[in-house]
């Protein structure tokens, strides 16, 4: 079964940064397309970041620059260092594999 367990949100000052982590389990995320996406409040979801099985990266312009993907394929996590946040940055964040996603994990930017 394929489950991902995203972590490592909280409040952070503008300015701050966290890093994301998502556990994945049930598949070997070296050889799948990963995802960063999130959702403010009262918003749709917007997608954050991509993150190839060949190690191709991409991100959404809102973010370049601050965010970066990465992926420890021994211990089969995806991160996502965000760097220089923003009170726009406020939203849940989700890991998701094709339409498969976590729970999410709640960052607030906030001083």
């Known amino acids: 079964e394929v489950q991902l367990v995203e972590s490592g949100g909280g409040l952070v000052q503008p300015g701050g940064s966290l890093r994301l982590s998502c556990a994945a389990s049930?598949?070997?995320?070296?050889?799948?397309?990963m995802r960063w996406a999130r959702q403010a409040p009262g918003k749709g979801l917007e997608w954050v970041s991509l993150?190839?099985?060949?190690?191709?990266?991409n991100y959404a312009d809102s973010v370049k620059g601050r965010f970066t993907i990465s992926r420890d394929n021994v211990k089969n996590t995806l991160y996502l260092q965000m760097n220089s946040l923003k009170p726009e940055d406020t939203a849940v964040y989700y890991c998701?594999?094709?339409?498969?996603r976590g729970q999410g994990t709640q960052v607030t930017v906030s001083s």
């Open positions: 998701a594999r094709a339409n498969i």
């Open positions: 993150i190839t099985g060949g190690g191709s990266t």
């Open positions: 049930g598949f070997l995320l070296s050889s799948a397309d």
